[in-house]
T-cell receptor, first 112, second 113 residues
Framework: SAVISQKPSRDICQRGTSLTIQCQVD?????MFWYRQQPGQSLTLIAT?????????ESGFVIDKFPISRPNLTFSTLTVSNMSPEDSSIYLC?????????FGQGTRLTVV | GNSVTQMEGPVTLSEEAFLTINCTYT??????LFWYVQYPGEGLQLLLK?????DKGSNKGFEATYRKETTSFHLEKGSVQVSDSAVYFC????????????FGSGTQLTVLP
């Protein structure tokens, strides 16, 4: 199993600013995943973060808007840059074993 | 590509009622199937899973059977409780694993006392 600590749990930010979300795992993992959950919708994968290489972004997501760091095998950050109200969502980090995916508790972001 | 179609909500039931949340999928190969639950203010937790056809996943009174012939993985519970109020997500993992999950749209369940 894996325990994931994510912070902040929530934040209210001004448009045009940036927020960095941190994700700490209690064991070493090769890949970490960042998801977005827009209000009333399902989870959408933003990117996959591998240690020692650039993150791989899904269609519709770009590095300039969502830069990701992965300095070691237990930690990753996601930055939401130049925020607008449309970025108001829950952001979750995740790690996967062969049989199960584990999620952080999420960061509820509101952009005003 | 893979996709998951989930019964739309919200669903409102009285305590002790029977619950069914429908989930069908489209996938190549032999995926694993999952139900995740998201309680208010929390992240997603795995509720149950099935890794091959005819497997039945079960946990906390919830059950779902992997039906390859109907490409379905419907979630059921015989008697819901107020504490079951949450959002339920059906998900599919590629190649029989939990990797590269594809999620359904989620179903909000509210159980009234």
């Amino acid at each position: 199993s894996a325990v994931i600590s994510q912070k902040p749990s929530r934040d209210i930010c001004q448009r045009g600013t940036s927020l960095t979300i941190q994700c700490q795992v209690d064991s070493q993992v090769t890949m970490m995943f960042w998801y977005r959950q827009q209000p009333g919708q399902s989870l959408t994968l933003i990117a996959t973060a591998n240690q020692g290489s650039e993150a791989t972004y899904e269609s519709g997501f770009v590095i300039d808007k969502f830069p990701i760091s992965r300095p070691n095998l237990t930690f990753s950050t996601l930055t939401v840059s130049n925020m607008s109200p449309e970025d108001s969502s829950i952001y979750l980090c995740s790690v996967e074993t062969e049989t199960e995916a584990f999620f952080g508790q999420g960061t509820r972001l509101t952009v005003v | 590509g893979n996709s998951v179609t989930q019964m739309e909500g919200p669903v409102t039931l009285s305590e002790e009622a029977f619950l069914t949340i429908n989930c069908t999928y489209t996938a190549t190969g032999y995926p694993s199937l999952f139900w995740y639950v998201q309680y208010p203010g929390e992240g997603l937790q795995l509720l149950l899973k099935a890794t091959k056809a005819d497997d039945k996943g079960s946990n906390k009174g919830f059950e779902a059977t992997y039906r390859k012939e109907t490409t379905s993985f419907h979630l059921e519970k015989g008697s819901v409780q107020v504490s079951d109020s949450a959002v339920y997500f059906c998900a599919l993992g590629s190649y029989g694993s939990a990797r590269q999950l594809t999620f359904g749209s989620g179903t909000q369940l509210t159980v009234l006392p």
